[in-house]
């Protein structure tokens, strides 16, 4: 970037993230952002973000339909720099008509600022916005979140093991609700007996952290996962207050990558209508938090994920027409052994086609452990 700017101007609207990131990447001296009443929770918002990176702020009111309202309140300002993506559109072509087209530019979904002739001025770094400053963005604290980093990377061989063994899961659902078994598959045996979450005592192994079996080596796993695929910052286990209202939110894991922030909520249970119910909690804590820009995640074990139906090649009995035509052919298939797998598989394969479903339509993508690894690595945009 070869100019430099010691005044950025912007409107202010319901778009937070494009005036934080800009100002952040040409760094002015001063940012003056053109408010009014009705987006004034906005402008706070901008304001503290922009004051918690090192940057002065000054508030204006402006009407924003008046030409002579907006010219009264930008008369002291020489060449400044005009961030034209929020406000009014008369707003826009009011600064426009002001200042000239050589002081206008633009934020776009790419990462990339330009002039209105697609001039590229500057191309946003990729790691501007930690989970800290996306917090001051959009009127949430961090009140607490787990700290025990080093406890978590000390198993990653045992949290590993536990994601890439889809067989165990019911062995951990038992262990979970008893707190003990008499025998456990012996290479889970002994990892977890070496990382302290469960102690052979007794004749029997019984469980001394309760938590990591219930369900929280998939939330290490995801955190794991994320930081070796280079999120810029990955937290885990973090509970985030909004500012004035008092309303506390559980977030698994939270991270950002490209100045995007990333949601990501892991349920092991079976119960996939429970899940669904939480989808509609999930995408609006990330519409709430993530902003224009966020990205919500439902990360899953491999035991619901079932996307395509029973191959008819492993069930050679199943009868050749649908349900619908012969109930009773069905129903008289269902009591054989081969039937109650049959229905047992379809019925997973039905709770997850209704899951996606709904995750689909709310934006939320669902992961597993080995989707999380494989993918996931270069998304999102800038």
């Known amino acids: 970037m070869n100019r430099t700017f010691k005044v950025m101007v912007s409107p202010v609207s319901t778009q937070v993230f ?23 929770i906005f402008t706070k918002l901008i304001k503290r973000a922009l004051l918690f990176a090192g940057i002065e702020v000054e508030e204006r009111n402006i009407n924003p339909y008046s030409f002579n309202s907006i010219k009264e309140k930008t008369k002291d300002l020489q060449n400044p720099f005009l961030l034209l993506n929020c406000g009014t559109k008369f707003t826009a072509i009011a600064l426009f008509r002001l200042f000239g087209e050589e002081n206008a530019y633009y934020y776009t979904p790419e990462g ?47 949290t590993r093991y536990i994601a890439s063994k889809p067989s165990l899961l019911p062995v951990l659902t038992k262990l979970y609700l008893k707190g003990s078994a008499r025998i456990l598959p012996n290479e889970f045996a002994g990892l977890a007996k070496k990382f302290e979450v469960v102690v052979y005592r007794g004749g029997k192994y019984v469980v001394l952290d309760r938590e990591y079996i219930g369900g929280k080596w998939l939330e290490e796993f995801t955190f794991l996962e994320l930081l070796k695929k280079n999120f810029y910052d990955v937290r885990i286990g973090v509970k985030v207050e909004w500012y004035e209202k008092g309303v506390i939110n559980e977030i698994d894991v939270m991270a950002t990558k490209h100045n ?18 939480h989808l509609y909690e999930l995408e609006e804590l990330t519409e709430r938090i993530g902003g224009d820009f966020g990205k919500s995640f439902l990360v899953i074990t ?81």
């Open 302 to 382: 491999e035991n619901i994920y079932v996307k395509s139906p029973p191959r008819r090649e492993d069930f050679p009995n199943a009868p050749s027409v649908p349900y619908k035509v012969a109930p009773s052919t069905w129903n008289e298939y269902y009591k054989t052994e081969e039937g109650q797998r049959f229905k047992k598989l379809f019925r997973i394969y039905n709770s997850f086609k209704y899951l996606h479903k709904r995750a689909s339509l709310l934006g939320i993508e669902i992961l597993t452990p080995e989707i999380l690894k494989r993918n996931l690595g270069g998304r999102s945009g800038a």
């Open 112 to 158: 990339k600022i330009i002039d209105f002739n697609s001039n590229l001025l500057e191309k946003v770094s990729q790691k501007l916005v930690d989970v800290e400053l996306h917090s001051q963005m959009y009127g949430f604290e961090i009140v607490e979140e787990r700290q025990d980093h080093e406890k978590i990377r000390m198993r990653e061989k045992l």
């Open 260 to 277: 995007q922030l990333h949601i990501f909520s892991c349920k092991t249970g079976k119960n996939v209508k429970e899940i669904a119910k």
């Open 18 to 40: 494009p005036v934080v990131v800009t100002a952040l990447t040409i760094r002015p001296e001063r940012v003056v952002l053109l408010t009014t009443p009705k987006v004034e």
